[in-house]
């Protein structure tokens, strides 16, 4: 056998050991597993007690088992010597003399002989009752700790040594054949769905749908804030704005003159920021809307003595409420960030809503009034006892709400001609938490044709990654428009974990290459449409409040798709031949990222 063909089947033997679609964690899992059971100075149960870590881990059994070539007469008994002062030194209780407890040790672990093996149980379980609390004391410590050490380094080193192994095959695949062109997605032909389905096949309890009277996608800075200040400008009783993130700049300034305006004309207008997102707004901003007559809250203030589960939650939605009938919701924030490069903005690329209607405008009135209420007016010290105090009253004030079993009663709504089926889901404090995402993964299930995805900071669970890999395996088409520059870099890699799992499940991926992509938009089958400040992330589902609409609507669904895939034909496509020959410390560094997605 040639040198070639002896390295092309060594190949084939560790292609078939390590399983290609083995992902390097599972890989290092069963190696560290074995690690952990190689610091047990019994021969005999290594073996067993390698495989059974190993599944405990999830990791690869096969190569759990490597780790056992190690392990010999010549280093089990320096090294249970070793584990045994190891141990001895953080053993709190009374100790053997160290001649007697060495040569006990040694019998234990000599006793062991693989020509008789069931004499050799028998001989180790008599040697290990002969070592007596004192020396088994500090034994199973300094077992425990180093095989934890040896778990613990080698796992990362293996991680470390496949992704390499498996990137410099890829790059060599590459230099030799060339890199693959994807093709372009193509929805699938089928026939539009008629209003009733998009409620009864597609909509999570369509009975809690409203009828709007127009909806209108807004994309961009450019097309949202011209609408949102004229509104504004033509409102005659009341003006409600909530945002996450308020700026002094260009568009905050536009908007704090538009206030003011209002104001004068007799209008009631409230302002709702919130106080982490808004961090750096210059006090004299607020003070000259306050002057001019505007009843300004902020949510949640950073002070010192407010505790950090409170901290913690911030207020993400974006609404403008104008007279009871008109109202702007999605991810678009007040400042020069979604303006065009060219008017001095970043030109972050977002989505908004307009509703007109006073069923949808009295939904989203409703959450403005829960989060004016739990949020503190401007330059107002309460005292613990007032915010407790204001807490109660606020609860006992809420209507009281129907059972599950006696809302799931109700029919569907059916809207005249010319209307449009909107279901507003938003959440609380404590309550209401994953309703989005019930929404959305009733959807997914329910998809025949495509799913199109444009979210900022795509770290979905994984409940969420697992109805998109099983949606792609139908053959539906999933597509993800993600950030490929984000404002929060740690996020951005948190979400690069993840493109292995699902690219070799059949998502594709687009990464946006304009700067930064800051929608939070779905839509399935030209049926069912979603639009919001909902990021697909554990800080929206646990932390934040939130607000999605949800349109059961195939004319509003085709433009929505009609956009997404606008942005599509700009994105470049993620391909796993070139995900996984990225550099190892680029691995590295999204694997530990992504450690850390539940405070992103």
Not at 42 to 52: A, E, K, N, R
Not at 190 to 210: I, K, N, S
Not at 495 to 506: I, K, P, Q, V
Request: with cysteine; charged share 25%.
């Amino acid at each position: 056998m040639t040198p070639w063909h002896l390295r092309a089947r060594t190949r084939v033997i560790l292609r078939k050991i390590f399983r290609q679609d083995d992902s390097p964690a599972r890989i290092a899992r069963g190696i560290a597993a074995g690690f952990f059971a190689t610091a047990l100075p019994l021969p005999g149960l290594q073996i067993p007690l390698s495989l059974l870590f190993a599944w405990i881990a999830r990791g690869n059994k096969v190569v759990a088992l490597f780790p056992q070539f190690l392990s010999n007469a010549a280093t089990m008994v320096p090294m249970a010597l070793a584990q045994y002062k190891i141990g001895a030194w953080l053993w709190p209780g009374k100790q053997m003399e160290a001649a007697q407890a060495t040569a006990a040790i040694r019998a234990l672990v000599e006793s062991w002989q693989w020509s008789a093996p069931l004499e050799s149980v028998k001989e180790s379980c008599r040697a290990a009752g002969d070592l007596g609390l004192h020396v088994l004391g500090p034994l199973a410590v300094g077992v425990l700790v180093t095989g934890l050490l040896m778990a613990a380094v080698s796992y990362p080193l293996a991680v470390i040594a496949v992704w390499d192994w498996r990137a410099r095959r890829g790059r060599r695949r590459i230099r030799r054949y060339g890199r693959q062109v994807p093709r372009p997605p193509v929805l699938p032909e089928m026939p539009a769905p008629a209003p009733v389905e998009c409620l009864t096949r597609y909509a999570w309890a369509p009975q809690h749908f409203q009828c709007a009277e127009g909806v209108k996608l807004l994309v961009d800075g450019r097309e949202a804030y011209p609408e949102m200040l004229a509104a504004i400008d033509g409102a005659q009783t009341t003006a409600d704005l909530e945002t996450y993130t308020l700026q002094a700049d260009r568009i905050g300034r536009t908007f704090q003159r538009a206030l003011k305006r209002a104001v004068e004309r007799g209008v009631q207008v409230r302002l709702l920021y919130d106080s982490l997102g808004s961090l750096g707004l210059p006090g004299s901003y607020i003070q000259e809307l306050v002057a001019a007559g505007v009843s300004v809250a902020v949510y949640h203030p950073l002070v010192l003595l407010r505790p950090s589960w409170a901290i913690n939650r911030r207020n993400h939605r974006k609404i403008l409420l104008v007279d009871g009938r008109v109202a702007f919701m999605g991810g678009i924030n007040i400042t020069d960030d979604y303006s065009p490069p060219e008017e001095g903005g970043r030109g972050w690329r977002d989505t908004d809503l307009r509703l007109d209607g006073a069923q949808v405008a009295e939904r989203l009135a409703g959450l403005f009034e829960y989060d004016w209420a739990n949020a503190m007016p401007y330059a107002h010290t309460a005292t613990p006892g007032d915010r407790l105090k204001s807490g109660m009253i606020r609860r006992l004030d809420k209507p009281i709400m129907f059972s599950r079993a006696q809302a799931e009663t109700a029919a569907p709504i059916v809207c005249a001609p010319g209307g449009v089926a909107v279901q507003i889901l938003g959440n609380e404090e404590f309550r209401y938490r994953r309703h989005i995402r019930r929404a959305y993964l009733h959807a997914i299930r329910r998809a025949r044709r495509y799913i199109l995805i444009e979210n900022g900071y795509f770290i979905p669970d994984r409940g969420f990654r697992r109805a998109l890999r099983r949606a792609a395996r139908r053959g539906v088409l999933v597509g993800v428009l993600v950030a490929r520059e984000s404002d929060v870099k740690v996020a951005a890699l948190a979400s690069r974990n993840l493109y292995t799992e699902l690219l070799s499940s059949g998502v594709r991926l687009f990464e946006w290459p304009k700067g930064m992509l800051h929608a939070k938009t779905a839509v399935i089958d030209d049926a069912w449409a979603a639009v919001g400040s909902y990021n697909l992330d554990h800080r929206s589902l646990v932390h934040q409040l939130e607000v999605v609409a949800v349109v059961a609507d195939p004319v509003f669904a085709r433009r929505l798709r009609d956009q997404t895939m606008a942005d599509l034909a700009q994105c470049r496509e993620v391909t796993m031949e070139e995900h996984e020959v990225r550099p190892w410390h680029e691995m590295l560094a999204e694997s530990g990222a992504y450690l850390l997605r539940y405070w992103l």
